[in-house]
Structure formats: C-alpha cells, structure tokens
C-alpha cells in the first residue's frame, strides 16, 4: 500500500542508505536473511515510535497512518449506508446499481476496519515484563519462549535495517524495513514503511535501549 504523495523524495534516500554510518554491517559469518522479510511497503511513516517510560517503548499510528486506514473505513461506511437508503427507497426507488456500490462499499469498510485494527495494534518493548509483544493483550499464562505475538528481550541480538526500491506503474519509491534478529537468527518484522530518517531514528533508540547492535543490510528492488 502507498500514498501518491512524496514517492520522488524517497530515491535519493534509498540511495543514501548505503552510506549510512550505521553500528556495523551484518557480520559476514552470520548466517541470516538480509532480503526483506516483508516485501512492499508503505512510501509514507505509519508509525511513530513513543517512550512510555523509562522501562517501555512502544509504536503507535502516525496522523498519516491512522488517516490512512480511517479514510478507507470512512469511504466505505458512506457508500454503505447511502447504497442502504437508496435501497430501501429513502432516496429513490431500488437500482441495480445500488447492490453493486453496496459490495464496493462493505469492501472498502472491511478494508478500513482491517488496516485500523493492524495500526493500532500494540508494539511495545517493556523491560519490566521482558518482553516484546504485538498484540493486544499479552498471555501472561504463557512462558516467555518466542512466540508470533511475545518474545523476551534477551534473545533480540541486533536491529536489522533494509531498503527497498518498489516499482510500480505509477512510479517508484522507497520503502524501509526495522526487523528483530533472534538469537535463532529469525528475524520479526516491527515497522515498514518510507521515512528512512524515522527508520534509523528509532533503530538508534532501540539499539540504545536494548543494548545491541544494528545491523545494515543492502537495499532490494521489488517490482
């Protein structure tokens, strides 16, 4: 997903990445994927990185980013219920039509809902619990090994950082993922999106917080 706007100020960003003067490359004796672990992306900050305190940090929707996925929930809630009260003959008699702008709007709805929901949900790194979670609600019942939602901190090694150049028919532009390396060498994906200079604000702060290295992987070229 992408916006229209600012898609020619991210190619000289992915271009200047390479030449960031990062903690240190990715150790060549390091067996771990340097491709992106989530190709595509965002050309615009969806997130912006927050200290709760002392001991938590955590994402949270940047106004781009909310606006985003409220904008889809909002254009499909008006289609919906206009499509509803033409349907029912408040505006005028029944139209084909209506049922077909009915579907495009409950799409665009469930669309919004979706991208709000994965926006909004938690990414927080708490000292206090050990843990990094993206969820809603953390399972306290469940041990601290790696999980998809929780995993403890003392088994993050590094920050990973790679750009990608995505290609489409309405232009190009630069999209920049912050992953988790395990000390599995797994790799969770935190924020992708195209504000390089948040990318690498936040991968210092985390890098700061967490006591660990970040790690620089070459840029890709998506189509």
């Given at each position: 997903m992408k916006l229209s706007e600012n898609i020619d100020?991210?190619?000289?960003?992915?271009?200047?990445?390479?030449?960031?003067?990062f903690s240190t490359n990715t150790p060549k004796?390091?067996?771990?994927?340097?491709?992106?672990?989530?190709?595509?992306?965002?050309?615009?900050?969806?997130?912006?990185?927050?200290?709760?305190?002392?001991?938590?940090?955590?994402?949270?929707?940047?106004?781009g980013g909310a606006a985003f996925s409220i904008l889809f929930l909002s254009i499909g809630l008006i289609i919906t219920i206009a499509c509803l009260l033409n349907i029912i003959?408040?505006?005028s008699t029944v139209k084909p039509v209506s049922w077909f702008m009915l579907l495009i709007g409950t799409i665009f709805a469930a669309a919004g809902v979706l991208?709000?929901?994965?926006?909004?949900m938690p990414r927080v790194f708490d000292k206090q619990l050990g843990l990094y979670y993206k969820a809603y609600k953390v399972d306290f019942n469940r041990d601290?090994?790696?999980s998809k939602k929780q995993i403890p901190l003392k088994s993050i090694i590094a920050i990973q950082i790679i750009g990608e150049r995505i290609t489409?028919?309405?232009?190009?532009?630069?999209?920049?993922?912050?992953?988790?390396?395990?000390?599995?060498y797994s790799r969770k994906n935190v924020v992708d999106h195209g504000n390089l200079k948040s990318i690498i604000n936040d991968a210092h702060i985390l890098s700061?917080?967490?006591?660990?290295p970040i790690w620089h992987a070459k840029t890709h070229n998506a189509q």
């Open positions: 100020n991210n190619k000289d960003e992915l271009h200047s990445i390479e030449s960031i003067d004796n390091v067996n771990i994927a340097v491709t992106p672990l989530k190709p595509g992306g965002a050309n615009f900050k969806t997130h912006t990185l927050v200290k709760k305190s002392s001991s938590k940090y955590a994402y949270q929707p940047s106004v003959g408040v505006f991208l709000t929901y994965w926006s909004y601290k090994n790696t489409s028919d309405d232009g190009s532009y630069g999209s920049f993922e912050l992953n988790l390396v395990l000390n599995d700061d917080f967490l006591n660990i």
